[in-house]
C-alpha cells in the first residue's frame, strides 16, 4: 500500500504500535491504549505533520481515534477501514457482542496470561501474502483492549470517512460502526473486500483512499 499511495503522489507514515512489528522486543504487560495513542502523537508532533488524512484499519480505529481526539489541530480528516470507532469511556471489548469478548478472554487466559492472540485473516487471503504474514503475526497486549478511551469531544468535529468492507464474516463486529457513520452524516463508502483490503484488494483501496486525500470522494 505504502508504494501505491506514493506512486498517486502521497506522502505516507506507517507508525508501528509499541510491542508489534519491529518492535516486538519492547512488548510488556504494562502496554496500553495510551501507548499507542502516544506513538503516533509522538510521530506527528517530531515530524510536525499537519493536514493529515488519520487512517485507522481495525484496531487501528481506536488509535486514531485517540490521536485525533488529542491532535485535532492537526488532522484534516479521519478515515476509518473496517475499523473499531469508541465513544468516550468504551474500550475494545466492550464494542464486542458478549460471545465474542468471552472468546477473547479466555483465549488470553489459556495463553500467556497477557496478550490478545491475533484475529485468523480473512479465508480469501493469497497463499503468497499468509505465508508473509504467519511469520509477523504476534499478539498485542492485552491492555491495549481494556484500557476505556477517554475523549474531549475534539474528534467528533472533525470530518470522518467510513470504508466498511462488504464481504460476509461471521460474527462482523464492523456493521455497528457502518451503521453509525450513515445515520449521523459522515463519508460513507464500500468496498467489495474481506476485513484486510489492504492485502486482498490494495488497488481499489488505493484509489479509494487517493480520491479521500485529493478530495474527490468528498
Known sequence: MRSRMRERGHEIWTPTYTGLGERAH?????????????????LLAMEDLRHVVL?????????????????????????????????????LLDLHPPEIRERIVSAVLNGDGWRLPPNPPPPDT???????M???????????????IRLTGAVERLPRTYIYCLRPRPGDV???????????????????????PHITAP????????????GGQL
Open 126 to 132: 493469497p497463499e503468497d501474502d499468509l505465508a508473509w
Open 134 to 148: 504467519t511469520e509477523r503475526r504476534i499478539g498485542q497486549p492485552a491492555k491495549t483492549g481494556t484500557q476505556p
Open 203 to 214: 488497488d481499489a483501496l488505493a484509489e479509494m483512499l487517493n480520491g479521500i486525500g485529493r
Open 26 to 42: 519492547l512488548a510488556t504487560p504494562d502496554i496500553t491504549l495510551d501507548t499507542h495513542i502516544e506513538d503516533v502523537c509522538g
Open 55 to 91: 487512517i485507522g484499519h481495525s484496531y487501528g480505529g481506536m488509535v486514531a481515534t485517540g490521536v485525533a481526539d488529542r491532535e485535532a489541530a492537526r488532522i484534516k480528516r479521519i478515515v476509518y477501514l473496517d475499523a473499531f470507532v469508541p465513544r468516550d469511556g468504551e474500550c
Open 174 to 196: 464492523f456493521r455497528q460502526f457502518a451503521d453509525r457513520a450513515k445515520a449521523e452524516g459522515w463519508e460513507y463508502l464500500e468496498i467489495d473486500a474481506s476485513h484486510n
